[in-house]
């Protein structure tokens, strides 16, 4: 089975501080997903990446970046952290010829 | 652009009844087409999926057919267990390597 795992099921942050998400998928997919899921708007896509070291925009980057070093490891940065960044973050992958993608646990962070 | 419209929950039935969660998307071509499912404190996992028209993905009892002349991939089970309390996701991709679009999620909540 795939597995992706995600390095904290629970954070609390700081307004301003820098936070790392990582997050680590065992099975070599080449496609990876940051999501946050929020009540009322499901799952919105902030950055993908479909090999290591490539990185796209999803539809709410702004606030976020991304790093991807390692084919397995696909890190979400939060530069500066704000409240509205509360939130369950959601990692997933995929192997491209299958289409159908495998999440994480999620990390709920709380921005104080 | 591309979107999926789910029917808005909670869905409340008792054990044993009959479930429909109704899904409707828009895309231009044959996207494939997903439905996910989150138990409490759990990511998303796969359940079933239905990559062309007529298809019908099946999985635990659920099953959703893929209907081109009405864009929709209803989520269907016959007999619900207090098991399947959980989130489901409607969800569509363009192609197998391209990213996901959700549906806001509709909540099951399964009653003895």
């Known amino acids: 089975d795939v597995k992706v795992t995600q390095s904290s099921r629970y954070l609390v942050k700081r307004t301003g501080e820098k936070v790392f998400l990582e997050c680590v998928q065992d099975m070599d997919h080449e496609n990876m997903f940051w999501y946050r899921q929020d009540p009322g708007l499901g799952l919105r896509l902030i950055y993908f990446?479909?090999?290591?070291?490539?990185?796209e925009k999803g539809d709410i980057p702004e606030g976020y970046s991304v790093s991807r070093e390692k084919k397995e490891r696909f890190s979400l940065i939060l530069e500066s952290a704000s409240t509205n960044q509360t939130s369950m973050y959601l990692c997933a992958s995929r192997l491209p010829s299958t289409g159908a993608m495998f999440f994480g646990p999620g990390t709920r962070l709380t921005v104080l | 652009g591309n979107s999926v419209t789910q029917m808005e929950g909670p869905v409340t039935l008792s054990e044993e009844a009959f479930l429909t969660i109704n899904c409707t998307y828009t895309a231009t071509g044959y996207p494939s087409l997903f439905w996910y499912v989150q138990y409490p404190g759990e990511g998303l996992q796969l359940l079933l999926k239905a990559t062309k028209a007529d298809d019908k993905g099946s999985n635990k009892g659920f099953e959703a057919t893929y209907r081109k002349e009405t864009t929709s991939f209803h989520l269907e089970k016959g007999s619900v267990q207090v098991s399947d309390s959980a989130v489901y996701f409607c969800?569509?991709?363009?192609?197998?390597?391209?990213?996901?679009?959700f549906g806001t999620g509709t909540r099951l909540q399964v009653t003895l």
């Open positions: 969800a569509l991709s363009p192609g197998t390597a391209s990213k996901l679009t």
């Open positions: 990446s479909y090999d290591v070291k490539m990185k």
